[in-house]
T-cell receptor
């Protein structure tokens, strides 16, 4: 079946730098995408979403970019802070109820 | 505001014992409800979802079952646990089929010994 995948399982960045987490999806019918942040031992928290009719959406310190041509999604975090250390999941929503989650990227922010 | 609760937070059970995990949502009506399992260092696997009382859809064949006895209550059960049932179980709710965002509960860490 089709699946969502992440290019890098771990990412280490220095505090204050910008972080970019990438995600590849393969279901061209997906019309909605979400990024979640999961801290250790907790449930995932919604960060930002984007619909397929958009190619960019900005939030507070975060930006999601969608490239439908190459089926690629990225999450950019500006001025990364220690509190940003977590596992980040992208999820795609093919038509229907269920979100399809990727395996996650672990972001480690070093001082 | 809406909140979602799960309990217990952690659970250690012997192989072959029964299981009951509970999830409740406050502050919304007729939510879509979901059960996920997350193995260590892995992504989220959808186990069950429900669009209404008594309506359960199963995504994967397994040793678990789900029930929705009330609008805002979702229960995950097993008659006999297997070692492979160990994991982090997450309940989530969504507003409606047309609103895709899901909100997750704090999770239950289940260890089967």
């Amino acid at each position: 079946g089709e699946s969502v995948g992440l290019h890098l399982p771990t990412l280490s960045v220095q505090e204050g730098d910008n972080s970019i987490i990438n995600c590849a999806y393969s279901n061209s019918a997906s019309d909605y995408f979400i990024w979640y942040k999961q801290e250790s031992g907790k449930g995932p928290q919604f960060i930002i979403d984007i619909r397929s009719n958009m190619d960019k959406r900005q939030g507070q310190r975060v930006t999601v970019l969608l490239n439908k041509t190459v089926k690629h999604l990225s999450l950019q975090i500006a001025a990364t802070q220690p509190g940003d250390s977590a596992v980040y999941f992208c999820a795609e929503n093919p038509p229907g109820y269920a979100l399809n989650f990727g395996k996650g990227t672990s972001l480690l922010v070093t001082p | 505001s809406q909140t979602i609760h799960q309990w217990p937070a952690t659970l250690v059970q012997p192989v072959g014992s029964p299981l009951s995990l509970e999830c409740t949502v406050e502050g919304t009506s007729n939510p879509n409800l979901y059960w996920y399992r997350q193995a260590a260092g892995r992504g989220l696997q959808l186990l069950f979802y429900s669009v209404g009382i008594g309506q359960i859809s199963s995504e994967v064949p397994q040793n678990l079952s789900a029930s929705r006895p009330q609008d805002r209550q979702f229960i995950l059960s097993s008659k006999k646990l297997l070692l492979s049932d160990s994991g982090f179980y997450l309940c989530a709710w969504g507003a409606s089929p047309s609103v895709h965002e899901q909100f997750f509960g704090p999770g239950t860490r289940l260890t089967v010994l």
